[in-house]
């Protein structure tokens, strides 16, 4: 056995022993995980099996929301090339659970799929979990590589696929860490439909035979021309008390130095501009009140976007706080001008084509590690604008504000990016689809 391979199990297990029993003592107490704690670690009631019926019986393994929205969409397409399937949505958190409940109660496949808790990759726990479900293809989604879960499922004869797989510049520094853990790991995965060439060359480093590797875009931004609602718009407009003309700045998923360099950058709008309103929405909810006195010391008015609800009044400030989680995307409908976050600092970016789906014209900085992918796809249609720092963000904003019809060209721009990546969901579904032929 792979000396790394042995020495994770070792740390694994005794990290479960340790840590499991008081998990569960806290479980017993406080009622909370109730649900899941059982299926953690691989049992799963027979009431939830009873559900899963048909064949070729799939689990696709997300864990974030946005992998959740991806499978979502890889799993419509599943079930149109194999209408018999039985579908089974695996995620790890609560969260993500709840989440994954709610959208396929909202989806074409609400019929054919089961969600459960994914196992914690600890050898007993998967190997139960597999037994009992029964897969005949495991797929994992994006970065999902767990060496447990991946080689019980090989032993056990079960296909294992990697799709929409996604390994940046920043990651590939921590798997090449563990070289000999992921080389072993990799042995046991059947096909690896990657996002980018670039993804794909990574992965070969890390292991992965050449022959068992394709590349098939990215399912993530399938989605995003069917989740763009018409309606969503004109409810933005009445909810903030916009004009039809009314110049917005919108910077989306700002996190640290940004915050200060973005409420710089709109004091350098207004003085040009004084009707254009900024709406700041946060990576992390909970730096709110940080930017809150951020623009009370600039003199700025302001409101947060839960007070909208909670006091029923309408929007008077010149700068809107984006105090909650859900409605970034359905903003970005009503802004003028677009920046992603997490771009002027060295955190990867955002998904930028979530803006550029509007019709709006996108800037992001120079870190862009994680999103290359869209990054490239508004680069070719020219939708995106790539700035070094808040001075130049400042000069670029102003120059489309002094020009809205070149703003609104550029707009088209990235929208037709995401138009010009339709249909990458279908082709990560059809590699699952050969496996099991």
Known sequence: MNLFYFAYN?????LFLTLFPPFWLYSRITGRYRESIHQRIGIYPDSLISKISGTPRIWIQAVSVGEINVALSVMESLAFLMPDCALILSTTTEHGHAFAQRK???????????????????????RKALSTLKPDILACLETEIWPNWLSEAHRMGIKTALINGRISVRSIKGYIKILPLMKETLKSVDAFSMI???DAERIKR???PG???EVNGNAKYDLLLKQVDGTDCEKMKRLYKLRGDSPVFMAGSIRGAEERIIIDVYEKIVQAHPEVILMIAPRHVERSRHIEEMVRERGFSYQFRTDLDKENRPRTASVVIIDMIGELQSTYSIASIVFCGGSLVPLGGQNILEAAVWGKPVFYGPSMEDFLDAKDLLDKTGGGIQVRDGREL????LYFFDHPEEAEMIG?????????????ARKHAMVIQRLLT
Do not use: H, W, Y
């Open 10 to 14: 070792f740390l694994g297990t005794g």
């Open 104 to 126: 396929i109660r909202q989806s074409r496949v609400r019929e054919n799929t089961t969600c459960v808790f994914a196992p914690i990759d600890f050898i007993a726990s998967t």
């Open 196 to 198: 980018r060439a670039s």
């Open 206 to 208: 890390m292991g992965a």
């Open 211 to 213: 022959n068992k590797i």
């Open 394 to 397: 400042a000069e670029k904003a």
């Open 412 to 424: 088209r721009l990235a929208k037709k990016a995401v138009v010009l990546n339709q249909g990458s």
